[in-house]
């Protein structure tokens, strides 16, 4: 796993972009929106909270496409956090827990950009964007209690495992962005980001009959980059 982070890093720092004036590279945050993101099962019930994030770095326009240069590939790093609460019981016992779902990934875009006019006007762009998780971790902490006879039992679980019965093992989605022009700093570059990506997570709790189990859920995403450095290339590809 570390040799693979290492050479995408190597990649993502080496590739050249293309004729088109786009960043050298550029840094980002957005924020994660898991749509509808509770479950109600019929003891307990989650919900994602508002405290999720993701941090990003990514190559801008890495490979053109010589036929048409509007079409372009970014490939980038991201982190992203998601936090988890939950509670659930019934008269025999119960618990609640508070769990950080992290995970990181390296990823493609897939993009055409649509040149209104560069020197007045920010430039529209939309596509595909599709990625594979490297490393998810699911960590927190569950606290239970359970009725006995005239006593009440109580306990902590102290939860660190792999995050893959959270996130996929791949992601994909549909984005929109546009790029607005700043006159008195060229060399910056910021694009606001739309994003949606179908079953993103999914909702598990071992505690929970498999027919009650309904976990998939879909993300929206609002991101906000910024790019540093203007460069011109030549890597493209038929």
Known sequence: ?????????????????????????TIGVAYPMIIDGKVDWSHSNYFIGDKS???FIE??????FSKNENFYLTPGLSFVQFEESGEGGGLGGGSTRELKHKAYSIYLKLMY???????NSPNIYFGLHTGLYLDTETSGTRDWWARGDDITYRGTEIINKSG??????????????????IRSAPFIKPYIELSFFPYYID????????????????????????????????????
């Open 1 to 25: 796993m570390t040799r693979l982070f290492l050479s995408f890093l190597i990649c993502l720092f080496t590739f050249s972009i293309n004729a088109q004036e786009h960043s050298w590279l």
């Open 53 to 55: 994030f993701n941090l």
């Open 59 to 64: 190559k801008p326009s890495a490979i053109s």
């Open 113 to 119: 950009e649509i040149d209104l006019a560069p020197e």
């Open 164 to 181: 893959k019965q959270f996130f996929n093992s791949m992601y994909g989605g549909f984005l929109f962005g546009f790029r607005p022009v």
């Open 203 to 238: 909702f598990y709790d071992p505690h929970i009959e498999q027919e009650e189990q309904n976990p998939s859920k879909n993300m929206f995403q609002i991101s906000i980059g910024i790019g540093f450095g203007t460069k011109s290339g030549n890597t493209s590809t038929e």
